[in-house]
């Protein structure tokens, strides 16, 4: 419809460019220039480094004649070209493809395949399983070897190593600003709980977006300085590798996660903000006296994946670490709700607080919906913490689709919503909790059963390390609960039996385990546990 | 071109919304719903509150017949009434027209004119002048009165009063999301130093990105206090309006700004951030011992229009305050620059720190361009500190154009970039600095002189409390500057040849002033010094 708002006020070159998070590097380097972007073991490299470093991989890209739209692929851990590769290669128009380090040959064969990599940067570290990956897929990309003197051993595998690779670009590209702000950024494929991979395509508007929201929600200062104990593979390192650069912050590089590099990078580098999935948190709480050290200041940590439990909490606040509770998924570009915090919740006994913390949480001020809904009927549960319904997300942080596979993209965003495949409710106040993936969820004599709930209860025991209940068929019930656990390395002696009448005694007996496995579980290279593997394994 | 990255990845509903600022309330009032949005006097609304009389305003201008695209009019001091337009008009699809309060009637009765206001909310307070307005003006709004208990004095002039009028709508109102982040949100007449005003067009999707940039910019932390010193009508409180539930804060709101109610808010309010031109530094500084009280934290203070001198940086520090210099226009929806500080700078002397907070600085993260060049040739001036050329910015952050004002908009947007009028110079470390508008240049014997730099200089001198320069026609010189001068209130006497003596110590004799004029100086609404006013003063 016309008015006087939308006559003679058109788009132009000086009020409309595309979104896209690469102009915070430029920035940073305009602003900052002899600021630390990244710290490697002894390297350093400033801003003004860092920023025409990118540029010379973007002109060499171009040199090697890569065009808009095609694939460049990554196997690297948390080092300088890994960020480098997130500016340097979209600089070009190509689309990072970031490859799980963990994953093995067939694996990484497939993505290489899906993804059409017409480059293949990897690091020494994973030359073994990528050079068997190279035999079985069909396509052989060019490859660039990443020759870390950090790292010993491991083979160059490639055509050329990358530091060659990129003196013969230009420092001073003129880097190509997407000509639309829906063009693709990236490729990151699920790690995938259940069934094959997908390709999770990122844009520049959401990218952008994301990383910005990352600095909001998180209350992030400038000059941050970041620590790198999540993978920069998951989800583009849930976008902070961009968001570091919108608030000029020091990237810490870490390619060894473990509590003693955690402790000594905190200290060194005063390290202000990290994220990390429940294993890290492990690794700090569980740290040997000798690992430990005393940090300067607190620690901002984002974790995800998992509810953190209370006595976690307690050991990470003690340790010096503020942990925040964000939950998204790959789809998401990451984190896209925070369990945002009250103050007067401060005050609560630490049971409580850890229960409210918990909560996944309300959307990301750049999520613009989130919701929980029947997915047959689309209509939002009632707002009770009782109803489940499946979480379904809305807006500009939604990917763009699936890769080469248009029904799963339909199907995952039918009806106008991104649907999660989480379960969850939607409390009174507006914060949603999962309650399972609909996948984990256990139907017993008709009634379901949130194994998260089982495994909850689980974790109130102290011997029990990690747990996981899934369904064990059964004639009579059509399902019942199967427990798989660890055991901590300190605890008493614990039977099948012990940990059966722990949870009788504390939820609804149908609910309670019929079967409890011990013994060390499979998880994801995320960390996630694999449930589709302890379905295989449940006793006869 | 199509590649597998744009085939089968189409924008839907679940991937693709309209970025609004109108979002972020919605998700303040979910997240924080019993949180203080809005403190004024002894009236207190949560956001729950905010979030649903923004709602009833929405749905009762709809009764009223208000459609997409027609205008809404506000004349209001910083109240809620007002922060409630800031919301409920665009969301039922119309424009905020925000008019300066300071204006005569003539000035009012031209921009509804312009604006073509269908409705028009205003304060008893300017009852007086909007009467008046309204016997001049073409086509007569709606009027609604805001009759606020807080004032005495004016009187009703309209057909409804405002919480009668609200009072009609519907606080469950489902809100118009905009259809195109293109549409407009708003409509800022600019204050003008020189000219008629024109009316700028700001548009939902750069509303969206300056709050956002604001937060991030300024390091904002979540649920901050907000005092309202700067006028809300001047480029919607540079953004402010939107930016404070982006982080869920509490808007402290203020009828009338003077030292007394500066610190009795911050003190009563824990306030943490706040904005204002340098005359309200000016009150802040030169508080009375009665006026002035012990802050408990400090406050953030961010200024633009002129760089705060170093005496008066000195003071504010003293005063509890952090001064941070942003600049912009009203075309670039306030400020899109900041003097992004390095902390290697805080160990520098008093007067060093003034000159390098002085400058304007460096863009905004989500201002993609900003740039110093010869408006003929459109070249970058060398960034040399020396060579003058016109501010440009390019980018989101840039109005959608004039008004019903073709020839301004392509004016002002030519060659792909925003032209701001401002003069200044490009600093080897990238950061900007103004040295004056257009006009503010006097051309002596052929040679440039800054105004600001003279001005700079007057303000080194003891007595003087306001300085402008300006051109005085010369028969021999073509131009020579003329000073207009306040003095400080506790000065000792100071003649012409003082401060001419004066300036001769300090910079080249043709830069210096050959006539002084002692007196109150003409201020904008906004204090801007008008100095198209003081040529008109020149003596013969």
Redesign the interface.
């Known amino acids: ?1 016309s ?15 595309a ?1 896209t998070p690469l ?2 590097l430029e ?1 940073a380097a ?4 002899h ?1 630390d972007a990244i710290v490697h073991g002894d390297l350093r490299y400033t801003y003004e480094e860092f920023y025409s470093r990118c540029r010379r991989l973007a002109s060499a890209l171009v040199k090697k004649d890569l065009k ?4 460049v692929a990554i196997v690297a851990p948390n080092i300088p070209a890994m960020l480098e590769a997130h500016y340097g290669v979209p600089m070009m128009g190509a ?1 990072l493809n970031t490859v799980n380090i963990r994953l093995d040959a067939a694996g990484i064969a497939f993505i290489l395949d899906h993804g ?1 990599a017409d480059v293949l940067i990897v690091d020494r570290e994973f030359s073994s399983v990528v050079k068997e990956a190279l035999t079985i897929c069909d396509d052989k990309p060019y490859v660039i070897d990443i020759d870390d003197p950090a790292y010993e051993g491991g083979e160059l595998i490639g055509e050329i190593d990358y530091e060659s690779f990129i003196a013969e670009g230009d420092p001073n590209f003129a880097w190509e600003w997407p000509s639309d702000e ?3 950024i990236s ?1 990151n494929y699920t790690s995938g709980t259940t069934g094959n991979p997908k390709g999770v ?1 990122y844009h520049h508007r ?1 990218a952008y977006l994301l990383s ?2 990352n ?2 929600t998180t ?5 941050p300085v970041y620590l790198w104990t999540l993978p920069m593979f998951h989800c583009n390192g849930w976008c902070f590798t961009w968001t570091i650069s ?3 912050g020091t990237h810490i590089c870490l390619r060894k996660v473990n509590a003693e590099n955690i402790f000594k990078a905190c200290t060194e580098y005063n390290v202000s903000h990290m994220c990390g999935a429940p294993i890290v948190m492990s690794m700090i709480v569980n740290a040997t006296d000798q690992e430990r050290q005393e940090l300067a200041n607190r620690v901002s940590f984002f974790t995800a994946a998992a509810p953190p439990p209370a006595a976690v909490l307690a050991a990470m606040d003690t340790a010096g670490f503020d942990v925040i509770h964000l939950y998204g998924l790959t789809e998401t570009y990451g984190p896209a709700t925070i369990n ?4 007067e919740w401060d005050d609560l006994p630490d049971d409580e607080r850890a229960h409210i913390k918990a909560r996944q949480g ?2 990301y ?2 999520l ?2 989130l919701s929980v809904r029947d997915p047959k009927t689309m209509a939002e549960v009632p707002r009770d913490g009782e109803t489940i319904g499946e979480v379904m ?4 942080v ?4 699936y ?2 596979n ?1 029904d799963a ?1 339909d199907e ?7 649907h999660s495949g989480d379960l969850g409710v939607w409390h009174a ?2 914060y949603i909790q999962l309650k399972d993936r609909s996948k984990d969820i256990i139907i017993s004599g008709g009634e379901n059963i949130s194994s998260i709930e089982v495994e909850d209860t689980l974790y109130q025991h102290p011997a029990v390390a990690t747990a996981a209940v899934v369904a064990r068929p059964d004639d009579q019930w059509g399902e019942t609960p199967c427990a798989f656990i660890e055991l901590r390395d300190d605890a008493d002696a614990v039977t099948e039996q012990d940990l059966i009448d722990f949870c009788r005694d504390r939820i609804a007996r149908f609910k309670c385990p019929k079967h409890v496995v011990f013994g060390e579980l499979p998880k994801t290279s995320t960390g996630k546990i694999q449930k589709f593997k302890l379905r295989e394994r449940v006793p006869d």
Chains 1, 2 share one sequence.
């Open positions: 419809m008015n006087i708002y939308n006559t003679h006020l058109d788009k132009t070159a000086a009020n409309f460019q979104l102009s915070f920035r305009m602003t900052y220039p600021h808009k739209g095609d694939t689309v059409e829906w063009d693709a490729l395509v959401g910005l929201g600095a909001v209350s992030m200062n400038q000059n919108a608030v000029a945002a915090w009250h103050s309300v959307r001020p750049v613009e919906g997300f809305r807006g500009n939604v990917m763009k689709g890769l080469k248009p993209t995952a965003l039918a009806g106008g919503w991104f106040d507006n």
